[in-house]
């Protein structure tokens, strides 16, 4: 079946580095790719996606692209902020449901 | 963007309670889903719905049943409610394409003591 494997966290970082949080698949066909950001005590909010192969999805400063080749839709972000903390999920959607990896947390320190 | 409401956004209740988590959506959406998540963890498809009198479970195993009546309404009831039921309960709505994305509620933060 479908699955999502991503980086395991926790991932802490100073303001204005760099993130990568590492994504990789395995599905059947041709599925679409997404980030999702979950703040603390609250529901997923969609971050960015990408539906085919060598799309880039962007938003927010987050970037990720979806590499058929090599299963991974890597998420990053070239200066982040403390308001980027928050817990990404990696997902896949594919056959009318969603396929999440298990989350990384990430705290970015002033 | 969809509009998806959760109610109550937290319940603490009793061992042997009766509760319905309620969830509604705005956008007419056909495909509706209940996910069952420690706080920050994986989330665990429990039921989804595909239209209206259409309900399944999902991957982990729950004690919860659902009834989709309505199209916007997917309530989520617990008959008798137990401290393993203590997590957070997240609804989503997805306008239906086979590969397309799900818009998520707020969530309802579950304790039972």
């Known amino acids: 079946g479908d699955s999502v494997t991503q980086m395991e966290g926790p991932v802490t970082l100073s303001e204005e580095a760099f993130l990568t949080i590492n994504c990789t698949y395995t599905a059947t066909g041709y599925p679409s790719l997404f980030w999702y950001v979950q703040y603390p005590g609250e529901g997923l909010q969609l971050l960015l996606k990408?539906?085919?192969?060598?799309d880039k999805g962007s938003n927010k400063g987050f970037e990720a692209t979806y590499r058929k080749e090599t299963t991974s839709f890597h998420l990053e972000k070239g200066s982040v902020q403390v308001s980027d903390s928050a817990v990404y999920f990696c997902a896949l959607s594919n056959d009318y449901k969603l396929s999440f990896g298990a989350g990384t947390t990430v705290t970015v320190r002033a | 963007e969809a509009d998806i409401y959760q109610t109550p956004r937290y319940l603490v209740i009793g061992t042997g309670k009766k509760i319905t988590l309620e969830c509604s959506q705005t956008m007419g959406h056909d495909k509706m889903y209940w996910y069952q998540q420690d706080p920050g963890m994986e989330l665990h498809l429990i039921h989804y719905s595909y239209g209206v009198n259409s309900t399944e479970k999902g991957d982990l195993s729950s004690e919860s049943t659902v009834s989709r009546i309505r199209t916007e309404h997917f309530p989520l009831t617990l008959e008798s409610a137990r401290p393993s039921h203590t997590s957070q309960y997240l609804c989503?709505?997805?306008?239906?394409?086979?590969?397309?994305?799900?818009?998520f509620g707020p969530g309802t933060r579950l304790t039972v003591t």
């Open positions: 989503a709505s997805s306008d239906g394409g086979l590969r397309g994305e799900q818009y």
């Open positions: 990408a539906t085919k192969a060598d």
